[in-house]
């Protein structure tokens, strides 16, 4: 929810009037959007989507759109510089009669060679009578969105000369993003097809779809009032979600983003792998004005469900508003459950930014292995459907806001996959992310690959990391450090977490560093390219 000052952006909502007569932002047209992945490796086909919501309520012909294509630095102002490549121009006939409640219409933009973009979008459209469905003398040419007060951003893509760098083995995917089943007053997602289409294009083998479970308990038709139950509408999210895993890839696991009660009674927010069936959350759904208490307890949840389970962005900095209307917390040692034989598995500290939110996080994280609970470190973007950047209301019914932030695909959790599979190309499936999630070798990264694997070279154990770059994650690497920490005489580990490498600098792209494990109950890496792209693995422990 979008609908106090310091929530976290989405896709903007324009027609949410709080049953008032006015709005300084609502327009009798459907909110239209123009977006498109951040990124497309070498095997995608640069694509566009025009994004339409509530055409059911305002029935639009859109006609056309005019596409500006520059390489990166070619703005008006510098194009014509001799070193700068001409802009690319075209326009497309569309003449889309939008009438569904929610949709994406794909637009191919043809082959591009690699390298950075900015796009720019003039779309014309004309209202429909929505008596007989006959175009109207209501027209608006518009550029990228029709957003009120909003000045338009072009978008930005990266088309890849390489694949993004992955360790062998393993399984890339966004581990916390929404589809069109979440929706409410300011925000919606994507449909699952667009995901899959768009987990495709920027290069993840997975994508878990962790739709509120609030959301689920009310209609499609009017995310206003509540449904008989929300399981038809969870089942539905998993039937969608099967009949696409049939006919393709990449992977989509049909998750959940639960609303739970921590330790102090608050709502807190915690996503689940694949669960069973569906786990109620209505803590903080904002439907219910201050009557916004958790639905069940984190340990409750733990009971109910067989399915991994991550904190999700839980020291994400909060207002005072969101803490007393919506009885928002943060996550605690407590809450993880560790004690309990079906425990939280880990912590979603990098939540699309690396913000105050991921250096919190972060530092729990490590006090966490510090006390020789080895959870993974989790990476995700809530994106909202957010696949290139995010627009949202900034004041309710007053003004909007665009920010670059929680981008679909943008931040990947890579997983180590079963050895044991008979090929490579063996299809990736919820069982077999399962038992990855439920091993301890993983990284989280917005570019370049960062692992490790346990050595036993002339009877020394050791630790061996492997760092991995290209020049579209930007090279060489700025630094790379790896972490460690002793035990003490007493079998205890050390409250402080020592540097074993401090730190090299400028190593180059392909750099492998074996450590031996001497008495540290475990190791652990970081790292960061020249262009600022970073990554960090789980802890190794000792065996």
């Known amino acids: 929810m979008s609908l106090i000052p310091g929530e976290k952006l989405h896709y903007a909502e324009t027609h949410f009037k709080f049953k008032l007569p006015w709005s300084l932002l609502y327009r009798p047209w459907p909110e239209i959007l123009v977006d498109a992945p951040f990124q ?18 305002f029935p639009t012909l859109i006609e056309s759109i005019s596409i500006d294509i520059d390489e990166a630095g070619g703005s008006n102002e510098t194009r014509c510089s001799s070193n700068v490549a001409p802009r690319q121009s075209q326009k497309i006939d569309l003449q889309i009669k939008a009438t569904e409640q929610f949709a994406f219409y794909p637009v191919k933009l043809g082959a591009l060679k690699p390298g950075r973009y900015e796009i720019r979008c003039k779309l014309t459209a004309r209202r429909l009578d929505p008596t007989n469905g006959n175009v109207t ?27 993004p760098p992955k360790a062998p083995g393993y399984a890339a995917g966004e581990m916390h993003c929404h589809t069109h089943y979440s929706a409410d007053h300011v925000e919606h997602g994507a449909t699952p097809q667009v995901l899959q289409q768009a987990a495709k294009a920027v290069g993840l ?17 009017d995310y206003t009032r509540e449904a008989e139950s929300p399981i038809p509408r969870f089942q539905n999210l998993r039937d969608e979600i099967r009949q696409l895993n049939a006919n393709g890839m990449p992977l989509l696991v049909a998750g959940e ?26 803590g903080d759904c904002g439907r219910n004005w201050l009557e916004n208490r958790p639905t069940f307890r984190i340990a409750k949840l733990l009971e109910m469900t067989a399915a991994h389970c991550f904190a999700a962005h839980p020291m994400q900095p909060m207002g005072i508003l969101e803490k007393f209307i919506f009885r928002r917390g943060y996550w605690s040692h407590k809450d993880l459950n560790l004690d309990a034989s079906h425990h939280v598995r880990g912590i979603q500290f990098w939540n699309g930014i690396r913000d105050e939110g991921f250096m919190l996080g972060r530092l729990w994280w490590i006090e966490e292995l510090g006390k020789g609970n080895f959870l993974l ?17 900034s004041t309710p019914l007053f003004s909007l806001r665009h920010t ?32 990855a999630f439920a091993g301890d070798n993983c990284y989280i990264t917005d570019g370049p690959a960062l692992w490790w694997e346990r050595s036993n070279a002339h009877d020394i154990k050791s630790i061996a990391f492997h760092a991995r770059s290209n020049g579209d994650t930007g090279g060489a690497f700025r630094y790379i450090r790896i972490y460690g920490r002793k035990r003490m005489a007493n079998g205890k580990l050390t409250r402080e977490e020592d540097v074993r490498i401090e730190s090299m600098v400028a190593a180059p792209a392909n750099t492998d560093i074996i450590v031996p494990l001497d008495n540290y109950a475990y190791l652990r890496a970081e790292c960061e390219t020249a262009s600022g792209r970073f990554a960090l693995t789980s802890a190794a422990k000792a065996e």
């Open 205 to 221: 083998d997975f994508t878990c779809c962790t739709d509120h479970a609030y959301d689920f308990a009310y209609t499609t038709e």
């Open 137 to 163: 003398d209501n027209v608006r040419t518009f550029n990228r969105w029709n957003y009120p007060g909003l000045r338009p951003a072009p978008l930005k893509i990266h088309v890849l000369a390489e694949n």
């Open 257 to 282: 983003e639960v609303s739970a009660g921590n330790s102090k009674g608050q709502n807190v927010h915690m996503t689940v792998l694949g669960p069973e069936s569906y786990l109620p959350g209505l």
């Open 40 to 57: 497309f490796v070498p095997s995608a086909e640069p694509t566009l989507w025009i994004v339409v919501r509530d055409a059911h309520r």
């Open 404 to 435: 670059r932030d929680h981008v679909f695909g943008k931040v990947r959790t890579v997983v180590k996959l079963d050895e044991r599979r008979e090929t490579r190309d063996e299809r990736i499936s919820l069982d077999t992310l399962n038992a």
């Open 377 to 393: 470190p989790i990476g995700g973007n809530d994106a909202h459907g957010d696949l290139n950047d995010t627009t949202a209301v």
